[in-house]
């Protein structure tokens, strides 16, 4: 399967898996719903950036037959 098809695949098949594991524990009253919308809403917010993202096009360390 090429990578263009297998990526989106794979989260349709954790997005089932985790749907399926839901049902049964949201029926039992095993979700702590206000925990589990905190986690929900704050996940996919993006870091701030850090060194990497702001440092120069320079390598910090030279590479390996480059003189020194």
Known sequence: MPVA???PMSLVV???SSAAAL???AGAG???WRIAGIFGLTGPVRPPPGP???ASSTP???SP???C
């Open 65 to 67: 037959g480059s003189p």
């Open 23 to 25: 049902v049964p524990r």
């Open 14 to 16: 954790v997005a089932v």
């Open 60 to 62: 910090a360390w030279p």
């Open 52 to 54: 990497r993202s702001t």
């Open 30 to 32: 095993q979700i702590r």
């Open 5 to 7: 098809a297998a990526i």
